[in-house]
């Protein structure tokens, strides 16, 4: 055996499981977390499937995304379980995580289910010139 092949990386299965428990755990589907990362779907699919390896910059694009920890992605280590998320701070990294459309259908159906909130959204609204009428 030689020196490099004892100092491989050999847990693709078990990278591309974590990889895929952490996305689906913040609600990230596969074709969108492909986008984020800036890879196809397909190189995705075959990363959680632990069927490709990947650069550091993709390992470094996927922690970054997924929020976790290097260790943990590579190895199931030192992962922050222990932090509970306030409601507040999942909903600001679901808005976090959406573009403007996406973001603007959310705020449509807070207002469509939270209709009280009404004056924020006339506070914030434009009028027909564009500007911001407070």
């Known amino acids: 055996m030689s020196r490099i092949d004892r100092n491989e990386y050999k847990d693709w299965k078990g990278f591309g499981i974590r990889i895929r428990k952490s996305r689906e755990a913040i609600g990230i589907t596969r074709e969108k977390f492909s986008e984020m990362i800036n890879r196809t779907e397909n190189y995705v699919l075959s990363l959680e499937k632990g069927d490709k390896s990947c650069s550091i910059h993709t390992l470094h694009q996927i922690c970054k995304i997924l929020k976790e920890d290097p260790n943990y992605i590579l190895y199931g280590e030192n ?6 998320n306030t409601d507040k701070e999942i909903l600001l990294e679901i808005i976090e995580r959406c573009n403007n459309e996406e973001i603007k259908v959310l705020k449509d159906i807070i207002l469509a289910v939270f209709p009280n ?3 924020i959204k006339r ?3 434009k009028d ?3 500007t911001t009428v407070k």
């Open 79 to 84: 992962r922050n379980v222990e932090k509970e």
């Open 117 to 119: 909130l009404e004056p």
């Open 123 to 125: 506070k914030y609204s």
């Open 128 to 130: 027909k010139g564009g």
